[in-house]
């Protein structure tokens, strides 16, 4: 079946480096990939969403891979700042339909 | 004001109970979804619907019920034969496929 994953340790990392989550998937040839942000007791927000054929997709300081090879997406913040901690969660579509699947999620703290 | 807007913030309900959560959507959005979140760990997906009167079992529909009368509703029924509703609930809705999706700010179920 198809699955998700993401590391489910808190990353901790200090302000103004660069933080870099991973989503692995396997069993699966999604069409994209998409990347949300969510704070506690809140929902998830939407960040990026990356195509197969990108290799990578930038905004602002948010930067997404896409490995279609390694089945692997990437998500670099640089510069990151306390006001990034939140947890990060990865989704992938299921074909044919419009079903998400969504990752564990990484929470993510900037110390200052 | 376009959003979707869940309803109450806050749910107790004493076991044995029916209860019914409350998601209403002025997007225009086709597709609504119900996501249940449990402390540290991802959505998993209970119901989703891509049109009115049409809707899918997801991967947790065991203890829920779901309607789609309208394209702005889609009411979330959490029965007495759910044995652990205690949880975080989302909904969701986006425009179809290949586009993001969208959530409301969640409902916390509590039985007591």
């Known amino acids: 079946s198809q699955k998700i994953e993401q590391n489910s340790e808190a990353l901790n990392i200090q302000e103004g480096k660069t933080a870099t989550l991973t989503c692995n998937y396997t069993?699966?040839?999604?069409?994209?990939l998409q990347w949300y942000r969510q704070d506690p007791g809140r929902g998830p927000v939407f960040l990026l969403l990356?195509?197969?054929?990108?290799k990578e997709k930038r905004k602002e300081r948010l930067k997404v891979t896409f490995d279609t090879t390694l089945k692997q997406s990437l998500f670099h913040i640089t510069a990151s700042q306390p006001a990034d901690s939140a947890t990060y969660l990865c989704a992938l579509p299921t074909s044919g339909t419009y079903k998400y699947i969504f990752g564990t999620g990484t929470r993510l703290k900037v110390l200052a | 004001d376009g959003g979707i807007t869940q309803s109450p913030k806050y749910l107790f309900r004493k076991e044995g109970q029916n209860v019914t959560l409350s998601c209403e959507q002025n997007l225009n959005h086709d597709a609504m979804y119900w996501y249940r979140q449990d402390p540290g760990q991802g959505l998993r997906l209970i119901y989703y619907?891509?049109?009115?009167?049409?809707?899918q079992k997801g991967d947790i529909a065991e203890g829920y019920s779901v309607s789609r009368e309208k394209k702005e509703s889609f009411p979330l029924t959490v029965t007495s034969a759910q044995k652990n509703p205690t949880a975080f609930y989302l909904c969701a809705t986006s425009t179809g496929f290949n586009t993001e999706a969208f959530f409301g700010q969640g409902t916390r179920l509590t039985v007591v």
């Open positions: 069993n699966y040839s999604p069409a994209y």
């Open positions: 990356i195509r197969e054929n990108e």
């Open positions: 619907s891509q049109i009115v009167n049409d809707f």
